[in-house]
């Protein structure tokens, strides 16, 4: 039988509840205790809980009486510490933003992985650019922005080769992580997280040179150059391919004409809008010293919670978290 090896005294706070001397048996001790405070645990001067009536001498002098949860609550404060643990998990990689999550991804290489983003790139036009057709024509895209090989820009709204429009991830494939931890964007291959562009276009987003924002007002979505030194380039300057920089439309038109104009999308389908304004808060972050003198934000600029639906989850919480983060440096 397990007894005291020292003389034990039992505490609650600096309040002396119970003293037994060396040799005490443990059974004993745990009548007693359970006689005073019913349901009660004690704690070692280490802090580590120890389970009376376990076959074992007790070899400290003083303990701590835990008074005992009450029912039901042990199950609550449980939950509760899964939920912060999930937030935890969440919150740490959605706000390493000085990693900036839209930075460009590397080339699709694969076989597998071009006819993925073919495919999203069908996706995409049809999202933006296909009204509504009778059911047996629902496969089939708009001819209006799509015919003979040529794809339209949704910035410039240019009629080019179809190679040189590209299916821009808002959220990068890299990111996918991030994007749903912190943005609710669980699939990045969705059409709301696609754009269609001219390359050039791609290249200045992901330096953070250039941003798409929400116009509440009006429901429209505004491209806006933030570096003055854009604003006269010639589009073909951020040609990644050599036959985008040889395209002449490409070399005719540049950054600034297109400025504070709004993306064309005549299906009536719109992206993700918290993912372009936390693009764009990141954005205007990193261009604080470079931005046009004429440009000025304000919080609701960089609103990515507002379209959020799940409401109450954590990754709603976590978006809120990330709103205040990344506003508070935009707008400064």
Known sequence: MAVASQDVTLKRGSEVLLKFRAGTKVDSIVQQLAAVCPGARIEDTEGFAVALGYPRNLMQEE?????????????????????????LKAILPALTLMANPFQSASSLTSK???????????????????????????????QAYFAGGKMT????????????????????????????CALGVSDVWDERNGLLWAEPFEKAY????????????????????????????????YAKSEPARLCPELQQHTFGE??????????GNVPFRRTLAAHAAISVTAQQHRLRSSLSFTAKDFDIVSDYDEK????????????TAITSHAVT
């Not at 410039?156 to 190679?163: G, T």
């Not at 297109?258 to 299906?267: E, I």
């Not at 109450?312 to 709103?323: E, Y």
Request: some cysteine; overall charge negative; proline content about 8%.
């Open 63 to 87: 303990y701590t009486v835990i008074d005992p949860t009450p029912a039901g609550e042990q199950d609550d404060k449980l939950s509760k510490v899964l939920a912060n643990t999930e937030q």
């Open 112 to 142: 597998e992985a071009q006819l993925q983003a073919s495919d999203f790139k069908s996706r995409v036009f049809k999202y933006y650019f296909s009204p509504p057709p009778p059911p047996e024509l629902q496969h089939l895209p708009s």
């Open 153 to 180: 820009c949704m910035v410039s709204k240019l009629s080019l080769s179809s190679n040189l429009v590209e299916a821009a991830h808002i959220l990068p494939k890299a990111s996918a992580q991030w994007g749903n």
């Open 206 to 237: 992901h330096a953070l040179e250039i941003v798409v924002m929400f116009q509440p007002g009006d429901g429209t979505f505004k491209f806006q150059v933030l570096i003055e030194s854009l604003m006269n380039k010639k589009l073909s300057a």
């Open 258 to 267: 297109y400025d504070n104009t709004d993306l064309l999308m005549p299906s």
């Open 312 to 323: 109450g989850t954590t990754a709603a919480w976590v978006q809120t978290s990330l709103a």
